[in-house]
């Protein structure tokens, strides 16, 4: 029955082209435009890490030397707090870090052209805390060295995709060589650095050795806060000067507990003496509520989502209303089976197949219109470029959307289509 | 085969109700081939509504093939449509966009049989009426007549107990028409009931008998030949038409 069923709705596709055109584009722009604002959202408030994500936290700390404190906990570090963070032992791994900027290009190339290109400088418990993949090599041992990780997107521009490891770049006049090449690494946000409006960057190029750029100066590219002056990065260390970010991971509530109470300890020796006169707080926030206390998700794009589930509502209402008018016109078919044996149950399995099959080919358009609103968005907004991405269960949901909206504007029509007594329906 | 008794339809809406059947009793036997005449608006196509499960009734009781049909749900009736009946309409009814083989196989793919079994029973009735060379024509390639027939196939594909003709000959020239009846004669000779609805006082006395319905009953009530030629009195029992025709 179900082939029957399929070849009555090409025929009744075939009927009436031009109406059920009108219906799959209502259907199609519905459910597409839902899906491109969808796409934003679960970009945008998706688990970038969720294997691990409450399992690491991000480190905020009350430490700040003046008189006037940060209103909360600080969620940028200096080196000395930092440090104390990273020689713990309590987390199966920490990551300090900061961002910075650099030129790079191919030492042995002939080329002099360089690339810009994004650094973090951080410790080497960074790649295991964050499960960076690797493509080649692996990461640096220590937070010192000559040594760098590098992305997969400079090392296409710069070695063509290939194996690099064990080549020498050059950044920024300084000679570096390449311990690991990290595979295509997406996070969405990119929550360890998720502060300044960097949620939504690209991973970085260069992973470099904290000490290394703090010895070479590479100046921090992100906040900076500090209680005295100081002439480059590489005189910071023993400074008042806040620019570095700590995450760790903390396996289980013991280990949570243990490591706020050496938080804790460690600021209140320093309360102890005199170097901060507040309150001792220290803050351990992981992924998701570290994400949702930053606030990434804009609202705006929340407030148009809504609007369109209110404009897929009325693409359903105006499709089945189209529907309505053709399902009245075939009034005569439905009597006419119905009086040769046809039962509403099978009229509704025809009907429901009709519609299976209209959503299934709105599905596919209201996907191809979703790409081509986000790659507008990105025209319009190249802010959300990084965002603007249908991943395959966005393509899922956007089929069973248009599946559901498909059937569920065939609902009311069928209904009113098996509602009148046969003889009616023949006149 | 069918049996009314009392059956009741009435119409209603905010102001007026109109009995289209009132206290309606009638008994066809199996093999009979009855008229149904009347004026129009009298309740003839009603009555075939009714018998055809086509519409429901208000009061009374309906057997049809020893299956009383009061209180059947939508696909208990939808099964006795597609087992037991067969439909010709006036306007043959026939999907204009569908070959004539596909016309002729919608009933059967309600039926649950598989392909071989459909075909066979398409071909079958296409060669009864006459039709099996036009099996892959369209509607519109087919005379008034040739469609009709085509409708009577249809009717025939499903091997019904009864067949309900509503004025089969009504869009048809006298010579299509002639045709047409001569199909339904044979069919009735090989044994099917047939009952038909139709203005044609000439059809109405070809059959064995002919019901006049007057405002929803029962007015006259004739036996023709080969039965017997025999005024019945009017408005018969059921159980006293069967006497009559038994008679």
Redesign the interface.
């Known amino acids: 029955m179900l082939s029957y069923n399929l070849k009555l709705a090409l025929q009744s596709f075939k009927r009436a082209p031009s109406l059920y055109f009108l219906v799959l584009l209502t259907l199609s722009i519905g459910v597409g435009l839902l899906c491109a604002n969808l796409a934003l959202v679960s970009s945008m408030a998706g688990d970038p890490i969720a294997e691990k994500s409450d399992t690491l936290f991000h480190v905020s700390m009350n430490t700040w030397p003046g008189e006037q404190p940060p209103a909360e906990p600080f969620h940028l570090l200096r080196y000395r707090d930092a440090m104390q963070i990273s020689n713990s032992n309590i987390a199966k791994h920490s990551a300090i870090f900061y961002a910075s900027g650099v030129y790079a290009r191919d030492a042995q190339a002939t080329s002099l052209k360089r690339f810009d290109s994004n650094v973090r400088a951080t410790t080497p418990g960074f790649f295991a805390l964050t499960k960076a993949p690797f493509a080649h090599g692996s990461a640096f041992a220590k937070s010192s060295g000559m040594e760098v990780v590098i992305g997969d997107e400079l090392n296409k521009k710069i070695f063509a995709g290939s194996n690099s490891v064990g080549k020498t770049l050059e950044l920024d006049g300084e000679l570096l060589t390449i311990v690991g090449v990290l595979k295509p690494w997406f996070l969405r946000p990119l929550f360890y650095h998720a502060t300044e409006g960097r949620a939504f960057n690209l991973t970085d190029d260069i992973y470099v050795p904290l000490e290394t750029a703090i010895d070479l100066g590479w100046s921090n590219h992100a906040r900076t806060s500090s209680t005295v002056s100081y002439k480059g990065i590489e005189f910071s260390r023993d400074r008042n000067v806040f620019y570095l970010q700590a995450w760790v991971q903390l396996e289980n509530s013991a280990e949570q507990q243990a490591f706020q109470s050496y938080l804790d300890g460690y600021s209140q020796t320093l309360q102890d003496a005199g170097e901060h006169p507040h309150a001792i707080r220290n803050e351990l926030r992981d992924v998701n509520a570290w994400l949702a206390q930053l606030k990434i998700v804009d609202q705006k794009v929340l407030a148009f989502t809504l609007a369109s589930v209110l404009f897929l509502c009325v693409c359903v209402f105006n499709a089945s209303s189209l529907l309505l008018s053709r399902f009245h016109s075939a009034k005569f078919e439905v009597g006419l089976r119905r009086a040769i044996g046809a039962s509403n149950k099978h009229l509704l399995l025809q009907g429901l197949t009709e519609s299976a099959l209209l959503g299934l080919i709105a599905g596919v358009f209201s996907l191809l219109l979703s790409w081509l609103f986000l790659k507008l968005s990105t025209e319009f907004l190249p802010d959300l470029a990084n965002l603007a991405v249908l991943e395959p269960k966005l393509l899922l949901l956007g089929m069973v959307l248009a599946l559901c909206t498909a059937i569920s504007s065939a609902l009311y029509p069928l209904y009113r289509a098996n509602r009148y007594t046969i003889s009616a329906e023949l006149k | 085969m069918l049996i009314m008794n009392n059956v009741s339809r009435i119409y209603r809406n905010d102001t007026i109700q109109t009995h289209a059947l009132r206290d309606f009793s009638l008994a066809v036997k199996s093999g009979e081939f009855v008229a149904v005449t009347g004026p129009s608006g009298s309740g003839k ?1 009603t009555f075939l ?1 009714v018998a ?1 499960l ?3 009734f208000d009061q009374g009781e309906y057997t049809l093939d020893g299956v009383s049909v009061h209180g059947l749900k ?2 208990e ?3 006795l ?3 037991k009946i067969g ?1 010709i ?1 006036q306007n043959y ?1 026939l ?1 204009p ?2 070959s004539i083989f596909d016309n002729v196989d ?2 059967l ?3 649950g049989f598989n392909n071989a079994e459909r075909k066979r029973r398409v071909e079958q009735a296409l060669e009864k009426v006459g039709l099996a060379s036009r099996a892959s024509y369209l509607p519109s390639q087919l005379s008034g007549g040739q469609q009709q027939r085509v409708a009577i196939a ?1 009717a025939l594909a ?1 091997e019904p107990k009864i067949l309900l003709a509503d004025e089969p000959t009504g869009n048809l020239d006298s010579l299509m028409a002639r045709q047409v009846m001569e199909l339904l004669h044979n069919l009735n000779k090989e044994g099917t009931t047939i009952i038909m609805v139709t203005h044609d006082p000439d059809q109405a006395k070809e059959v064995s008998r002919n019901v006049q319905i007057i405002d929803g009953e029962i007015s006259d009530f004739r036996i023709y030949a080969p039965l017997q030629q025999q005024d019945a009195e009017q408005t018969l029992t059921p159980a006293k038409q069967m006497e009559v025709v038994d008679a």
């Open positions: 196509s509504n055809g086509l519409d429901n939508d696909d009736l939808s099964k449509r597609n087992e439909f309409f009814n999907i966009d569908y919608m009933p793919r309600y039926r249809r499903g």
